[in-house]
């Protein structure tokens, strides 16, 4: 659906045709629409129509799309929860300008800056419980990743991340992989060293959702007790 503020009666829907939406993201003017649904397809909107300007599908195997754009709608991050690519697509086409093998981890959670200079990835190594956050700049190089394999039983998940304005901090929240064990942490970085400045521990089983203000001065979290 798209709404404007003056009603709560849709300019328009769209059926994309599978269950249902994982992610959804709009450009900071409001003209471009990107989504991403069960069945692995990103699809680009352009505010005026239902129709969308491109659809992809990220892969044929079963995966949920993740996605996020750039402040002015140029660029558009996605990857596919369970499969081990990054793509960057532009606004005029529908085909990837670029994607990018996270190896043996399977992606979690996508963001990019608001000028698309920078993408950061949360990731997982199910079969060794260890998470990674990689940041990839926008012609598809990898600047660096942070592995996190915390000591215990339920090992690391990272379920969110998140850009400043400028691409100057970033954030990632961690999760257990268990119910009912509580392994939350909240990592801040810095786009220079992927070590980070530092990581916060509440106590509770995971971290679903972190976001940080545009000049990287403050974080807000929440987790699952």
């Not at 996020?68 to 793509?87: P, R």
């Not at 990898?142 to 998940?157: I, K, M």
């Not at 268990?178 to 939350?184: G, I, T």
């Not at 992927?194 to 976001?211: I, Q």
């Amino acid at each position: 659906y798209l709404f404007n503020k003056e009603s709560s009666t849709p300019l328009w829907t769209y059926d994309t045709g599978a269950d249902y939406i994982n992610t959804i993201a709009i450009s900071a003017d409001g003209k471009y629409i990107a989504a991403g649904d069960e069945d692995n397809t990103v699809h680009f909107f352009y505010k005026d129509s239902s129709t969308p300007l491109w659809s992809y599908t990220l892969d044929s195997s079963a995966g949920w799309a993740h996605v996020d754009i750039s402040d002015d709608g140029s660029y558009i991050a996605a990857g596919t929860s369970g499969q081990n690519k990054v793509y960057l697509f532009d606004k005029n086409g529908g085909t990837p300008l670029w994607n990018s093998s996270l190896g043996s981890y399977d992606l979690s959670s996508i963001a990019i800056s608001a000028d698309g200079q920078y993408i950061i990835t949360g990731s997982d190594y199910s079969a060794g419980y260890i998470g990674k956050v990689t940041l990839f700049i926008k012609n598809g190089t990898e600047l660096w990743n942070f592995t996190d394999s915390p000591a215990g039983c339920c090992g690391s998940y990272i379920y969110t991340v998140d850009i400043s304005a400028d691409g100057e901090y970033f954030v990632a929240g961690r999760g257990s992989l268990l119910a009912d064990v509580d392994n939350d942490a909240v990592f801040l970085f810095r786009k220079n060293n992927s070590t980070p400045l530092w990581n916060f521990t509440g106590g509770d089983e995971r971290v679903h959702s972190v976001k940080i203000s545009e000049d990287g001065q403050y974080i807000t979290s929440f987790g699952e007790d």
